[in-house]
DNA sequence: CCCTGTTGGTTTATTATATGAACCGACGGT
DNA sequence: ACCGTCGGTTCATATAATAAACCAACAGGG
């Protein structure tokens, strides 16, 4: 592995839980020597991507993230372009609308909308990272990634986060198989007891998933009607935010996403 | 150098007017060895940092930086605590109001706030780099921060952006000197014909100057009175930013600022 | 008041890794 | 068919990364 690749996926440790780590947890955290973590560190500190802070000399990410972002966003406004779809289909479907976003391995938050036709309602985190094996746009991603990607994530152990998450390896590729076969993803109580939630992924220009766009209600609204009209939805808000920014559906998944908006009028 | 900090500093060849760059253009600005810059790239790729436009094969920032910047927001939430004070500059001032900051030895745009005053007013775009010698801003920063900072941004060639533009080194830091005298810094057409500018210099926690915060307002609306008032709520909201992130004004420019602040009630 | 286990940071010889000149096939003009 | 340039690859060479041991400083605990 690559120098530079070492010192990138240090980064990778920081996330909403940790977002200040010490030089000696980082190391242990990474396996990489101190000596070289610290290394590492300073380097990164010195470009901006991480910051020291001043008394209890912690690292943090930096302030160069912001200048980076920014002009990611200006020559691809991806949030830009995912808010309006998102807060469409929270309208249209009256829950909570999130788009998630697969980078690193990892799927991570985008953007999200709320619908204000209930009191009671999904809440989302900004760039939580989501487990694949217990969301269903974790479930939407996993099912349609290259399979050595999707061995390397179910090679490892999975946290059982409510009751309900399956956590067998055969269990989950039964669902990823379920979710090709339909072109859709739905899991109910796997991440939080009592939501539901309904999922299509989403690919790059090259034809890649590169994320998903999903529904997630209360299982008590999430009947078979309404989980209907949410999908019908779901696949014209997937195919807008795909022609937005040039993302290529592959063929057999596009048919059954025609059948199903058919079925549906 | 390090080969992480020859990575990290390809990224810092993009910007708002070169937003996308092919590995021979990136290889001859950067003066890396293209094959060198072919691995690094492919690194940054692979972690999310940047990104390959799949017809082009040109590269991009990549969308692993929106996950750092929601989480460097998340901790550090700078903008956050930025825009209610900008918009409160802009109004009071009626005058665009917007503040900048240094990162990588370079000053970017942070955020910015608009007056509904005037139809006229100056606009701001996102993540724009602002050249030091050229706009009230830059001499605010430079004329405190370290000297071999100082000396190494004017041992560069100095760009004419207008007329008026001080293009001599001498001229820089004669102007450099003035701004420490008077504690802050005034520019009219070095940046833009017609546009006048006020800006005072921001530190952070360890009393290093980090950005600064300015007003910026047609020549024509800048007139002593306007300048004395837009002074004072500019300093007004320069403490209050760096109340808020813990920020240390240096002892004689916190001086300087008071007595400005008691001459004018 | 010493003991012990931390912390962030530094030094060193060792070696693994980055480097760059030359090369390749593909594309676009002329 | 020629020329220049593109993104990408190869491989011998040498530079830059590495990790163990070592600091000094701090924080409890006995």
């Given amino acids: 592995m690559g120098t530079t690749s070492k010192a990138l996926s240090l980064l990778e440790y920081f996330d909403r839980t940790q977002p200040v780590i010490g030089l000696s947890d980082l190391a242990r955290l990474s396996g990489v020597n101190k000596a070289t973590c610290f290394r590492l560190m300073s380097e990164l500190v010195e470009h901006g991507l991480a ?12 302030p160069a993230v912001l200048r980076l972002a920014a002009l990611r966003e200006a020559a691809v406004p991806l949030r830009d372009l995912a808010m309006p779809i998102l807060q469409r289909l929270a309208q249209t479907t009256g829950e909570t609308a999130h788009m998630s976003h697969l980078v690193g391995g990892r799927l991570a938050t985008l953007a999200y909308a709320y619908s204000a036709a209930h009191a009671m309602k999904v809440m989302m985190e900004d760039a939580e990272v989501l487990p694949f094996h217990a ?41 990823m198989a379920e979710v090709r076969r339909l072109g859709h993803a739905r899991t109910a ?47 014209a808000a997937a195919r807008e935010a795909m022609a937005g920014w040039g993302g290529q559906i592959p063929d057999e998944l596009d048919a059954l996403w025609r059948q199903t908006q058919e079925a549906t009028p």
Same sequence: chains 1, 2.
């Fill in 51 to 62: 910051e020291q802070i001043t008394e209890s000399r912690e690292y943090r990410i930096g």
């Fill in 189 to 235: 109580e796997t991440f939080e007891a009592d939501v539901a939630s309904l999922a299509l992924p989403l690919f790059d220009a090259r034809g890649a998933v590169s994320g998903a766009i999903a529904v997630a209600a209360p299982v008590t609204r999430m009947l078979p009607s309404a989980s209907a009209r949410t999908l019908t939805a779901l696949i």
């Fill in 135 to 175: 969301t269903s746009s974790g479930y939407a991603v996993l099912a349609h990634m290259t399979p050595p990607l999707a061995e390397a994530i179910l090679s490892q152990p999975l946290a059982p986060v409510t009751k309900s998450t399956p956590v067998r390896a055969p269990d989950v590729r039964s669902r």
